[in-house]
């Protein structure tokens, strides 16, 4: 393990799945991501326009580099069906290093 990997997570909410894996093949085709886990549906409640929402979403992460994380969540936002995307950007603290190696290699 290695610590100031320089590598994200960027954790994203879809509509459905359909669209997490759209635009998640879009990622890696384009080397905006090394990797995308779709991690399933889930269930938000949030806030919007002055009153609590609930909906069935589906959540996912994207391995990318950290000087990739600013076009990916761009790139992202542009894709994504929502106003207002919730797309966020993780640290990655420590990983293997063949592991920060691949995610490296693999964005450009």
């Given amino acids: 393990m290695t610590a100031h990997s320089g590598i994200v997570t960027v954790y994203a909410v879809f509509a459905d799945r359909q669209e997490a894996d759209r635009i ?20 938000s409640i949030y806030w919007w326009n002055g009153k609590i ?20 969540s761009a790139r992202i936002a542009e894709l994504h069906s929502y106003e207002n995307p919730a797309i966020t950007v993780w640290p990655i603290a420590h990983a293997p290093l063949l592991y920060i190696r691949w ?6």
């Fill in 53 to 72: 929402e609930t909906g069935s979403e589906c959540a996912a992460l994207f391995k990318t580099t950290a000087d990739s994380a600013a076009a990916l």
């Fill in 103 to 108: 995610v490296k290699d693999e964005c450009r």
């Fill in 24 to 43: 998640g093949h879009i990622a890696v085709a384009e080397r905006l991501a090394a990797c995308v886990n779709i991690l399933g549906q889930t269930e």
